[in-house]
């Protein structure tokens, strides 16, 4: 059977996260703009990059190699053509992170904003033990109210993450990547509509 991501359109995904009362598009970008420039590094690997959302504040003059992974190949040719200006950097890998963190390859900076929701924390882990970062930056979705997903017009579009849907809280990712030898190293809580909020959470390697 395919994928849930594989079967969610990307304008249905973009239009549902950009909608006046949920804001977590324009909030990811904010987002990612920040990590960005709180790391700088030659090299740099998003999981889950869907369309491109925030590549606009990579620095070409800083990061040789950019790795855009997602399991939609959709998305990586619709974030491809979104930015050009990256061409001679981006390299768009096609790959199910719980079932292939095997074949990626090293990266100094791993981005993985509401990502680990869709893999838990043990293949997490193992993807950043075989990425080998120095640093990772990852933004977890967390809320006081009923519901993971928003409620929308689009809302049936996700119907099928449930499938795939890993409960994640700070503390347990926080004890995850410590196991790892990773440790906390910035913590920001970024509210958001509908009695939701963002936790991002930086971690640096020990030694």
């Keep these: 059977m395919m994928h849930p991501w594989q079967s969610i359109p990307l304008s249905n995904y973009e239009a549902h996260m950009s909608m006046d009362d949920i804001k977590q598009l324009q909030t990811l970008n904010e987002c990612m703009r920040e990590q960005l420039q709180c790391c700088r590094t030659a090299t740099i690997m998003i999981l889950g990059v869907c369309g491109g959302n925030g590549l606009e504040h990579v620095d070409v003059s800083t990061t040789r190699t950019l790795y855009g992974v ?18 001679n950097i981006f390299v768009p890998l096609a790959c199910d992170v719980a079932q292939e963190a095997q074949s990626l390859p090293h990266a100094q900076l791993i981005i993985a904003d509401l990502f680990v929701e869709y893999i838990g924390y043990d293949a997490f882990t193992h993807a950043v033990q075989r990425i080998k970062p120095s640093y990772v930056s990852l933004i977890i979705q967390q809320q006081t109210g009923e519901g993971f997903v928003s409620v929308s017009p689009y809302q049936e579009t996700f119907s099928r993450l449930n499938e795939i ?10 004890a995850a990547m410590e196991a790892i030898n990773y440790h906390c190293s910035f913590r920001q809580q970024r509210d958001l509509p509908n009695y939701k909020y963002f936790m991002r959470l930086d971690f640096e390697q020990l030694g």
């Design 70 to 87: 997602d399991i939609n190949t959709e998305y990586l040719q619709l974030a491809k053509n979104r930015h050009p200006e990256l061409s």
């Design 165 to 174: 849907l890993h409960p994640i809280t700070e503390e347990g990712i926080t």
